[in-house]
């Protein structure tokens, strides 16, 4: 495996799926930020997930063209994912908190290969109407209940989700993925405030998915569980929910932007 990796064209392979890969979230996170801000002003109907935003490009022209194009590149993403986490790219170690990164890493490579799979289904119309995120998560959470423990590991995955959106909040408010990108300093100055806020507004939105998760747990109900689309509608629910709902939008259209600008940018290690 090593000998392969190290080879330029499996090297020059895993750098383009990679590169596809944070495209290919950016989109889809572009997607899911604008929607939601016409939204929040009335002029894009109901908030939806990130698969309420795949089934919108499956409506643009030559959309199965785009959503299979996106598909290939959550494929490639999920896979550069599984790459970071075994065979730690970014060298985060194999400490308490590296190991918990990389299981962050491998996690994020399910969801999105997942993702991929519900762009296909779309493509060839077997997947069903409904683009909201919760539907994914209710599920999920149902799985978990009727396991041994099954209340506790619902729990489980509330903590960890908090506990990623905190690191996310983290690394935007502290800058740290400038250790990963090789950006020139003029694209800097706009770019990274940009960053920032997308990265911390992702954060926030996975704490309350998380918060989610922990309420079904102690209620033992996994209709309280919940993704993007449940977290807009609670937005949108509170005192000033039409601004509040804006401006989390505005932090995923800024988060997608970041993931496009990684897609150029990010170092790529491929030497392991």
Not at 47 to 57: F, I, M, Q, W
Not at 121 to 145: P, R
Not at 159 to 166: D, N
Request: aromatic letters at 12%.
């Amino acid at each position: 495996m090593a000998n392969r990796m190290n080879n330029p064209d499996h090297r020059d392979a895993i750098t383009l799926f990679a590169r596809m890969g944070y495209a290919s979230r950016g989109i889809v996170y572009v997607l899911v930020g604008g929607l939601a801000t016409l939204a929040a002003f009335g002029q894009g109907g109901q908030t939806e997930g990130s698969r309420g935003a795949l089934e919108r490009v499956l409506t643009a022209p030559f959309g199965k063209i785009m959503l299979g194009l996106i598909a290939v590149g959550l494929v490639g993403y999920a896979m550069w994912r599984t790459i970071q986490a075994v065979k730690d790219a970014d060298h985060h170690g194999n400490s308490a908190k590296g190991l918990t990164i990389r299981a962050g890493l491998l996690a994020s490579a399910i969801t999105h290969i997942l993702l991929a799979f519900f762009a296909a289904m779309l493509i060839f119309q077997f997947a069903g109407s409904s683009g909201d995120s919760s539907g994914g998560s209710q599920g999920v959470a149902g799985w978990l209940m009727q396991q041994p423990f099954g209340r506790w590991l619902v729990g489980g995955v509330g903590l960890i989700l908090m506990g990623v959106g905190i690191a996310h909040a983290i690394k935007g408010y502290k800058a740290k993925f400038d250790k990963h990108f090789a950006m020139p300093p003029q694209t800097q100055q706009w770019a990274y405030p940009i960053c920032r806020f997308g990265l911390v507004i992702r954060g926030l939105v996975f704490v309350i998915v998380g918060s989610f998760f922990i309420i079904a747990a102690y209620q033992i109900n996994p209709n309280q569980a919940g993704g993007m689309g449940e977290v807009f509608s609670t937005l949108r629910s509170q005192p000033f929910g039409q601004w509040l709902l804006a401006f989390v939008a505005l932090g995923l259209f800024a988060f997608g932007l970041y993931s496009l600008l990684a897609a150029v940018y990010r170092r790529i290690n491929t030497e392991m």
